[in-house]
């Protein structure tokens, strides 16, 4: 009986243990990619539009 206790502890430790991990794995690849994993500078070449038009004009005019 008291091995029978024993082992539904361990696989109690072993699925809380793998739920923890599951739940702290996207903090820790988001820290990781932030961190470590820098990206390169990068310029984007896009020309503004001056004067700025407008989608739809005016309902008063």
């Known amino acids: 009986m008291q091995q029978a ?3 539904q502890k361990k696989n109690g430790r072993i699925k ?3 739920i923890l991990a599951v739940c702290i794995a996207p903090v820790v690849a988001s820290y990781f990619t ?3 994993i820098k990206p390169t500078g990068r ?3 896009g020309d503004l ?3 700025t038009q407008h ?3 005016a309902l008063g005019a």
């Open 43 to 45: 310029t984007n070449y």
């Open 34 to 36: 932030y961190y470590v």
């Open 5 to 7: 206790i024993e082992q």
């Open 49 to 51: 539009i001056d004067p």
């Open 16 to 18: 809380m243990l793998l």
């Open 55 to 57: 989608a739809m004009p």
